[in-house]
């Protein structure tokens, strides 16, 4: 199976969910977050939920960070070359939804990906072996290759892993993915 067949379940999955349940899911992945040992570090980047994908609400990491006292940094996309700049979270920062329904910083301070220590990652789904499914412009991957080696790469699912996912060479691996129910340590 090709990954437009997991693209196409995984929709329909997240598509199937209420937002009671999202949100309820949401909670349980924040609160098994806790469970790591991750809070030591400066910089983790975190992404703003796209609600009408029915996305991990991170709302709920963001008051984690916040009440550990730590920076949070956003991403702002570029489509024409599918790429992302980042930026730091601050009270002043503006956020503004973009065509594609992406809440995006409009500016402030830019971080390199070579400052990150975590960076919470959005997926579609995942595999045992690590290998996650995006929404498949690459975004991610570009962005997860160049951040230090040591990065942690934090995968959000409300769903549990598949067996196996394609996989190309260009794809970046996570190194966790966090279920409502469990702690995947790849």
């Not at 008051?63 to 489509?79: E, R, W």
């Not at 973009?98 to 975590?118: C, K, R």
Request: hydrophobic share 40%.
């Amino acid at each position: 199976m090709d990954k437009a067949f997991f693209r196409k379940k995984y929709k329909s999955l997240r598509e199937s969910l209420s937002l009671e349940e999202c949100d309820n899911k949401s909670i349980d992945i924040a609160n098994q977050l806790l469970k790591l040992p991750i809070w030591n570090v400066e910089f983790y980047h975190i992404f703003l939920t796209i609600e009408k994908l029915k996305e991990v609400n991170t709302d709920y990491i963001l008051n984690i960070l916040n009440g550990k006292d730590k920076n949070s940094v956003i991403a702002q996309s570029d489509f024409t070359n599918s790429t992302m700049r980042h930026f730091l979270l601050t009270d002043n920062t503006l956020i503004k939804v973009n065509n594609w329904g992406i809440p995006e910083p409009q500016g402030g301070i830019a971080i390199d990906p070579s400052q990150l220590d975590v960076v919470f990652v959005p997926l579609l789904a995942f595999d045992a072996k690590g290998n996650r499914l995006g929404y498949g412009k690459g975004f991610y991957d570009r962005f997860l290759s160049s951040c230090k080696p040591n990065c942690l790469k934090i995968g959000l699912s409300f769903f549990e892993a598949e067996k196996e996912l394609p996989a190309d060479n260009n794809d970046i691996k996570l190194t966790h993915c966090i279920t409502p129910n469990k702690i995947h340590t790849f």
